[in-house]
């Protein structure tokens, strides 16, 4: 209805009725009569926004999820570099090839121990580089004509390892090591049993100051702690010697041999520690 008819139809009204207030009234029908069109176009322009505003609003929210949703898991990884320390102990078996002069050797495994720490540096929770120092007393049997003795070496080894994990701020991780590794011999002897010669001439063992090698694993990280700070490690490494340990530069006497003759060192072991991540 226009503004015009619908005043026209109140005045007809309050003519035929003449109430009291005359005036008044019609003067209240005149402002209604031209305020109604500014109302209803004020009602049809709040209609026209109200859903032009629900997808801007879920929009921007999908936005700013999806700028958090990087931030979070950067600040995660981030969270996890840092320092790590831990201590190792192994239980280790030695593979030595010897030789004997006009008699028939064979060799048999001897377990023998090490232990040490480690210092290591986590660059997220997947990846790490640590240097490790270890006490290693190595030791392998050598039966010669039904004869016996032992080869005993001694060690301290410093493998620098590059280490992947599968997710180390878990309880339960696992991963795979390898590095260069470089060991200083600080004692080497053959312990022969009883009263027995290992030849009929001496056997002499003349060890190189240093030995070269490659150093490899793989184990389990058992995390405890609301944060995995602490961790239980367990696993396998293996040694591989790419130089000759064996120094035979020396002249030795007619009576007397050098045991070990182009002879690298390998070993394989298997370790447990503590380590904790600060």
Excluded at 48 to 59: F, N, V, Y
Excluded at 121 to 128: K, L, P, R
Excluded at 230 to 237: A, D, I, T
Aim: with cysteine; aromatic share 10%; charged share 15%.
């Amino acid at each position: 209805m226009s503004v015009s008819l619908l005043y026209h139809h109140l005045h007809e009204e309050l003519l035929n009725h003449k109430p009291k207030h005359y005036e008044t009234f019609s003067r209240i029908a005149i402002a209604i009569c031209f305020m109604l069109p500014s109302i209803q176009s004020l009602g049809q322009e709040q209609i026209r926004q109200k859903p032009q505003q629900l997808p801007t609003t879920t929009s921007e929210q999908n936005v700013t999820s999806e700028k958090q949703s990087p931030q979070q898991s950067q600040e995660s990884t981030s969270a996890w570099r840092g320092i790590h320390a831990g201590v190792i102990g192994q239980a280790t078996f030695t593979n030595v090839k010897v030789k004997s002069e006009n008699s028939s050797i064979s060799t048999s495994y001897v377990v023998g121990y090490g232990a040490g720490g480690f210092v290591g540096y986590f660059f997220n929770q997947n990846a790490e580089l640590r240097i490790e120092g270890l006490y290693s007393s190595l030791a392998q049997e050598i039966s010669v004509n039904g004869s016996k003795s032992t080869l005993n070496l001694t060690y301290i080894n410093f493998p620098l390892l590059f280490g992947l994990h599968t997710s180390y701020n878990k309880p339960i991780s696992f991963n795979i090591m390898a590095g260069p590794q470089i060991g200083i011999n600080t004692a080497s002897s053959v312990d022969v049993d009883g009263n027995f010669e290992i030849d009929t001439v001496n056997a002499t063992i003349n060890i190189k100051p240093a030995d070269i090698g490659i150093a490899y694993g793989a184990g389990i990280d058992f995390g405890f702690g609301p944060e995995r700070l602490l961790h239980l490690n367990v696993g396998f490494r293996g040694v591989y010697g790419i130089v000759d340990i064996g120094e035979d530069s020396n002249n030795s006497t007619t009576a007397s041999y050098y045991i070990l003759d182009r002879s690298k060192l390998k070993t394989y072991s298997g370790y447990a520690g503590l380590s904790y991540k600060f």
